[in-house]
């Protein structure tokens, strides 16, 4: 149960740094003085330390270790989270949050890479299945939280008691075991890292599950850059935005938890055709709404993205595990660069939303229409490759 606590709070650090401060935003744009479009880039320069970070950490975790990184990565967090609960400029705040996220971001790859280490099959997915929900507390508990820390303490207190989350995290890696295979040999890092990434990116069943972990991510981090600013427009407080994240939470828990239920008597082959249809459905629902009617409330969109939430919920676990099973020799390394990819489409998603913000939910459903077609695209590919594979099996048979 320990070691299943600690995957949670590394899977969810990221996001916790994301979404505690969402209700802020507006009170930190007052105090700083500054612009909604500025606030807005520390979400998205956010993410793009989170991508940048995964890179490095991957493969210095195949080589060194995960538990040596981990504290390395939770060093950055803490340092940078502690500036930017005493920044007193945006300049200062934004470079702050680029590096807490380079810290933060040590926790989502390595995670993943220690459940490849000590599970296989089944085991691995049930592990994914039962984290992968959890992760949804956040855009729930943290908004909420976040609220009421800013209530009672200010914006800043939000960001110390995420220096607290990142030193309790330190003291529960010192009681993890090491699980990198670090006996075998060492070869020079880039004929490494040369040989690791030919054979992870050649992997159209990598590939195309990375196309639709991504755009699934990207399509959520859309609405997430976006909605504060359509709330607020809409007349909603930061109490209220907190909490339109519980009823997405909710479904995000039901998706995930319902295919962990579901992995028992259906194959992850099965389920995925299934949920991806859920997905296209609800982004092309979306879409349809905010243009034919300019919704003055958030329910007509709150409703159909739940929807979103339980798909999103359900193809996480299957995506990843299926994007990383094949890799066991460079586990980290398939993880940084699944995860780099993923959150790069989530900065680029986000960073749209950021720049079209006046244009409101027009722009935040637009940007979500498309990610519902890279998905198809990235289906399509891992499905030619298994195909392709059975093709062979029977050709050899």
């Known amino acids: 149960m320990s070691t299943m606590i600690w995957f949670s709070g590394l899977s969810m650090l990221g996001f916790l740094a994301t979404d505690m401060y969402l209700p802020a935003f507006e009170t930190i744009r007052h105090e700083f003085g500054t612009t909604q479009t500025l606030i807005s880039l520390s979400l998205s320069i956010f993410l793009l330390g989170m991508a940048l970070g995964q890179l490095v950490y991957g493969p210095l975790s195949d080589r060194i270790g995960r538990k040596k990184m981990l504290f390395v990565g939770m060093t950055i967090f803490v340092i940078s989270t502690v500036v930017i609960s005493v920044s007193n400029s945006i300049e200062l705040f934004l470079v702050a949050r680029f590096g807490q996220a380079l810290g933060a971001c040590a926790g989502t790859v390595i995670w993943q890479a220690v459940v490849i280490d000590r599970y296989q099959g089944k085991a691995s997915e049930r592990v994914f299945a039962t984290i992968m929900p959890l992760v949804a507390l956040?855009?729930?508990?943290?908004?909420?939280?976040?609220?009421?820390?800013?209530?009672?303490?200010?914006?800043?207190?939000?960001?110390?008691?995420?220096?607290?989350?990142?030193?309790?995290?330190?003291?529960?890696?010192?009681?993890?075991?090491?699980?990198?295979?670090?006996?075998?040999?060492?070869?020079?890092?880039?004929?490494?890292?040369?040989?690791?990434?030919?054979?992870?990116?050649?992997?159209?069943?990598?590939?195309g599950n990375m196309l639709i972990f991504a755009a699934c991510s990207a399509a959520f981090f859309a609405y997430l850059t976006g909605s504060p600013f359509i709330m607020t427009a809409m007349g909603y407080t930061g109490a209220d935005i907190g909490l339109s994240y519980l009823p997405q939470t909710v479904a995000f828990l039901v998706g995930g938890y319902g295919c962990r239920s579901l992995l028992t008597r259906f194959s992850a082959k099965q389920l995925l055709p299934w949920l991806i249809t859920?997905?296209?459905?609800?982004?092309?629902?979306?879409?349809?709404?905010?243009?034919?009617?300019?919704?003055?409330?958030?329910?007509?969109?709150?409703?159909?993205?739940?929807?979103?939430?339980?798909?999103?919920?359900?193809?996480?676990?299957?995506?990843?595990?299926?994007?990383?099973?094949?890799?066991?020799?460079?586990?980290?390394?398939?993880?940084?660069?699944?995860?780099?990819?993923?959150?790069?489409?989530?900065?680029?998603?986000?960073?749209?939303?950021?720049?079209?913000?006046?244009?409101?939910?027009?722009?935040?459903?637009?940007?979500?229409?498309?990610?519902?077609?890279?998905?198809?695209?990235?289906?399509?590919?891992?499905?030619?490759?298994?195909?392709?594979?059975?093709?062979?099996e029977v050709a050899v048979a």
């Open 138 to 207: 956040s855009p729930a508990l943290a908004p909420l939280l976040g609220a009421g820390l800013e209530e009672f303490f200010g914006w800043r207190s939000i960001f110390v008691v995420l220096v607290v989350i990142g030193l309790a995290l330190s003291l529960a890696t010192t009681r993890q075991e090491e699980s990198a295979p670090l006996d075998k040999k060492q070869e020079k890092l880039t004929v490494q890292l040369v040989r690791d990434y030919k054979q992870i990116v050649k992997s159209k069943i990598f590939m």
């Open 278 to 392: 859920l997905f296209i459905a609800t982004v092309v629902t979306m879409f349809v709404i905010t243009f034919a009617t300019a919704p003055t409330t958030i329910w007509p969109i709150l409703i159909p993205f739940c929807f979103l939430a339980v798909a999103n919920g359900a193809i996480y676990p299957l995506v990843i595990n299926a994007a990383l099973a094949d890799f066991k020799n460079c586990s980290a390394t398939a993880a940084g660069l699944l995860n780099f990819l993923q959150t790069m489409f989530c900065f680029l998603a986000s960073s749209v939303v950021s720049a079209f913000s006046e244009q409101g939910l027009y722009a935040v459903t637009a940007v979500m229409l498309f990610q519902g077609g890279l998905i198809v695209v990235g289906y399509l590919l891992a499905k030619h490759k298994k195909l392709a594979e059975v093709v062979a």
